[in-house]
C-alpha cells in the first residue's frame, strides 16, 4: 500500500474559524511533510516531522500549527488565516533521511 | 539551500511526440525524484533515481549526478501525460527542494 490519505478534499472557511487538515500514511513511514502549492508554482515545504518530532519549521506563520499524534498521522491546525493562505496543501510521507517521497491528493483550501 | 532548475518552463507537443526534459541541480545530492502533477493537483510518483537509467513504459529517466543533471524522456506522448513535470532532490536530512516545474500540454 503505497497511499497518503487526506482529508478534506476542499475546505472553504472563514479568517476567524479554526479548522483542521488530516494525514495519514500505513507505509511505516517515519518522516511525515505539510507543503503548500500556490497555483503555477512548486511546493513549498512548510514542516517536516521525523520520528514524530517537529525537524524542520521553515519560518511558518504561527496561524499554522502542526501535530503528529503517532506515525500514522500528521494534522494541520489552521486559525485565522488570511486569503492569501488559499492554496492546496499537500501531505507526504517517506523514510526518513532524505529518501522517496509519497504524496496525497491535497486539500484545497480557500480563505474567504 | 539546493537550487533546482527545470527546463523548459512550457512544453506543446502533438500527441505521438517524443519530448526530454532537463533538471539541473546545483549542489551534490544521494537522491532525486521525478514527479507528474495531474490537473487535479495529484502529484504521482514517475522515479526515484539517484542515479543511472531507469524505464518504465514510455518513459524513462536518466540522472548524471558528477554533473548535477538528470533527464526524463517521454516517448510516444499521450494527452493523458499533460500536467506538470518537477524534479525534486534533498539535503542531507529530510529537506526536499522541487524544481521550477515544466508544463506539458499534449494536443490530439
Known amino acids: 500500500d503505497t497511499e497518503v490519505t487526506q482529508t478534506p478534499k476542499h475546505l472553504v472557511m472563514g479568517m476567524t474559524n479554526k479548522k483542521s487538515l488530516k494525514c495519514e500514511q500505513h507505509?511505516?513511514?517515519?518522516?511525515m511533510y505539510w507543503y503548500k502549492q500556490k497555483a503555477k508554482k512548486p511546493p513549498e515545504l512548510m514542516f517536516v516531522?521525523?520520528?514524530?518530532?517537529?525537524?524542520i519549521n521553515e519560518s511558518v506563520p504561527s496561524r499554522f500549527s502542526p501535530e503528529c499524534p503517532n506515525s500514522s498521522l500528521l494534522n494541520l491546525h489552521l486559525h485565522a488565516l488570511q486569503p492569501e493562505d488559499s492554496a492546496l496543501y499537500l501531505c507526504a510521507s517517506g523514510q526518513a533521511g532524505g529518501r522517496e517521497q509519497y504524496f496525497g491528493p491535497g486539500t484545497r483550501l480557500t480563505v474567504t | 539551500g539546493i537550487q533546482v532548475e527545470q527546463s523548459p518552463p512550457d512544453l506543446i507537443l502533438q500527441e505521438g511526440a517524443n519530448s526530454t526534459l532537463r533538471c539541473n541541480f546545483s549542489d551534490s545530492v544521494n537522491n532525486l525524484q521525478w514527479f507528474h502533477q495531474n490537473p487535479w493537483g495529484q502529484l504521482i510518483n514517475l522515479f526515484y533515481?539517484?542515479?543511472g537509467t531507469k524505464q518504465n513504459g514510455r518513459l524513462s529517466a536518466t540522472t548524471v549526478a558528477t554533473e548535477r543533471y538528470s533527464l526524463l524522456y517521454i516517448s510516444s506522448s499521450q494527452t493523458t501525460d499533460s500536467g506538470v513535470y518537477f524534479c525534486a532532490v534533498p539535503n542531507t536530512g529530510n529537506q526536499f527542494y522541487f524544481g521550477t516545474g515544466t508544463s506539458l500540454t499534449v494536443i490530439p
Open positions: 533515481i539517484p542515479s
Open positions: 507505509m511505516g513511514h517515519r518522516a
Open positions: 516531522y521525523s520520528y514524530e518530532k517537529l525537524s
